[in-house]
């Protein structure tokens, strides 16, 4: 199953995808599945800055959100995605 | 211009001098242990700083920003967040370099304010710092509130009387006199009403422009006061998290020096000067335990990194003081992870809460915060609204101080944990109420008993007199 996804980076992020958004196309239908293809898509480095790897996890303060809800709100990792959907990767430390 | 290592310089030499990185003729500078100096004076410093971009470096005890989660190192720039992996930066100190320089004879010759703990501040320059009389708020022994709720020793620590009446100013004027050090050409933060307006009063007495992102709903004194001091207020249709990360994508496109974003690893740096006065007004002993109004987690994680600093440079001798958070039910992501035994913080994705300066759903500093109260055995509870409120009348009511309802939330996780026997009789608690009442008139008010209206004559006071009678006291004749 392939879905087509748009990903929106932040400032922080996009040193390395060069730049703010893509169109990705999905091998699977979770946000793990789109970031195994960003990860294909913007190699070692992009893997570097997302994956922790000590815990092979996403990083704790990399937060994604699928049409503005954050996937620890929905399945985490495994929340599912389809065709035009929006997920944004937005690295936050901030606040308080 | 003299080239010159900085390490070797004494910071409190009392000479004006500023450090480019970036100027219109110079390359920047990677490695700022080498540095371009000039001298220009006080008075021209703030054209100075809106006409370049300064970066301060090591003429204070601060060393470095070191990565909270990998350890990465940093020079102590504009810089918040790890490159290599997004973690959060904290300022390291040279402690030992402290603790032969400072003792508790100098810092009680110290000004009334937080400025007094400056070596334990992340600044650079003493005369770009913007003391508008911030900290050093009384810490008052509350009898009537521990003899209600069964305690022997209580005591508030009164931050609601900061000169914008909320413990942001002590952050604040520290981010403010930072950015100043960095040249920044203007200040910036995101809030829920208290940090708006003690950046916007730092920042006008420091001639900078300041821009605060509000989301919809606070109340109107936090806004008018905001407004008052000139700020640029910008209310953003959405939650506080919404707003965070709007102001995060703006600071890292923009040359807005943010607070509580780009410039956090310093403004933290003044939460912990809560932490170092009750010590110090507990006549340098720390207390049992610390009941915390927590948000972002990043005042709780202060204190706990305030108490350990202390200690580290020999102002304090052992110390087990127990820190808790106290968040409200509606929004309370780090004391439900605290009491379901999990490291993962769950956003709440709206916050329902009277309690506007503490909706924050999605908490920066809420792993931090759990460290800190597992590591020193505290605890948490997350009352509802009427028990906030009625936490806000008991305080008011037993000790005669008026708190916005971030303090009810204090006052009503400490009646819980008496209740639940998670706090002994004999425990030494420090409460701290983190804003005034004044600032919340439109949550506190409904609960209270409405204003008595009469007539202006004598008849009528005395038949009112008569059915407010109080059994056993005369208090008005004939009445």
């Not at chain 2, 310093?266 to 948000?295: M, N, R």
């Not at chain 2, 009646?415 to 004999?426: F, M, P, S, T």
């Amino acid at each position: 199953m392939v879905v087509k996804v748009n990903v929106k980076f932040s400032a922080m992020i996009k040193n390395v995808t060069d730049a703010d958004a893509a169109t990705i196309d999905v091998n699977g239908e979770t946000v793990n599945d789109l970031l195994a293809a960003l990860i294909r898509r913007y190699g070692a480095q992009f893997e570097k800055r997302v994956i922790d790897e000590k815990t092979g996890k996403l990083r704790r303060f990399i937060n994604v959100f699928v049409n503005g809800r954050d996937i620890r709100n929905l399945q985490g990792l495994g929340t599912k995605l389809k065709d035009g959907d929006e997920v944004r990767l937005i690295p936050t430390v901030a606040g308080g | 211009m003299i080239r010159k290592d900085v390490r070797n310089l004494d910071w409190r030499v009392n000479i004006s001098l500023e450090i480019f990185i970036r100027s219109g003729r110079s390359k920047p500078v990677k490695n700022n242990r080498v540095i371009f100096f000039i001298t220009i004076s006080n008075e021209n410093i703030f054209k100075y700083n809106h006409r370049k971009k300064v970066i301060g470096v090591g003429l204070s005890y601060a060393i470095e920003l070191k990565c909270r989660e990998c350890g990465k190192s940093y020079p102590l720039g504009l810089v918040s967040t790890c490159s290599r992996c997004f973690g959060p930066l904290s300022v390291t100190y040279d402690y030992n370099k402290i603790a032969n320089d400072v003792s508790r004879e100098s810092i009680a010759s110290g000004p009334s304010t937080l400025w007094r703990y400056k070596e334990l501040l992340p600044i650079n320059n003493p005369d770009l710092i913007i003391d508008i009389g911030a900290g050093f708020t009384r810490l008052l022994k509350a009898e009537n509130l521990a003899e209600k709720l069964g305690l022997k020793e209580c005591y508030i620590k009164n931050d609601s009387v900061n000169p914008t009446f909320s413990f942001k100013d002590r952050p604040a004027s520290v981010a403010v006199s930072k950015a100043l050090e960095f040249g920044s050409p203007a200040v910036g933060c995101v809030s829920t009403g208290n940090l708006s307006a003690a950046m916007a009063a730092h920042a006008s007495k420091a001639r900078l422009p300041c821009f605060a992102f509000i989301p919809q709903g606070l109340e109107a004194s936090k806004i008018s006061q905001t407004l008052a001091y000139g700020a640029h207020l910008i209310t953003v249709d959405g939650t506080y998290d919404d707003v965070n990360r709007l102001a995060t994508e703006i600071a890292f496109t923009s040359n807005i020096a943010f607070a509580n974003i780009n410039l956090r690893p310093y403004y933290v740096e003044g939460s912990k000067t809560l932490a170092f006065e009750v010590c110090e007004q507990l006549g340098w002993q720390a207390p049992d335990h610390v009941i915390v109004p927590t948000a972002s987690g990043a005042l709780l994680h202060a204190i706990w990194r305030g108490l350990r600093e202390l200690e580290e440079v020999g102002l304090i001798d052992d110390w087990s003081t127990r820190i808790s958070a106290a968040q409200p039910e509606g929004c309370s992501p780090i004391v439900q992870a605290l009491l379901k035994g999990s490291d993962e913080i769950i956003p709440v994705e709206a916050p329902n809460t009277i309690c506007k300066s503490l909706a924050i759903g999605d908490p920066a500093d809420g792993y931090y915060a759990l460290q800190a109260i597992r590591a020193t055995k505290g605890t948490g509870r997350a009352p509802n609204d009427d028990e906030i409120l009625e936490g806000v009348r008991l305080l008011a009511k037993t000790e005669g101080i008026y708190t916005e309802p971030a303090g009810g939330v204090a006052v009503a996780t400490l009646k819980q944990l008496i209740e639940a026997g998670e706090i002994d009789y004999d425990e030494r608690v420090v409460l701290l109420i983190t804003g005034n009442g004044l600032k919340a008139q439109e949550a506190i008010a409904g609960g209270l008993q409405r204003s008595h209206k009469i007539s202006p004559t004598i008849e009528e006071f005395r038949k009112l007199a008569n059915k407010l009678c109080t059994p056993g006291v005369k208090w008005f004749k004939g009445a």
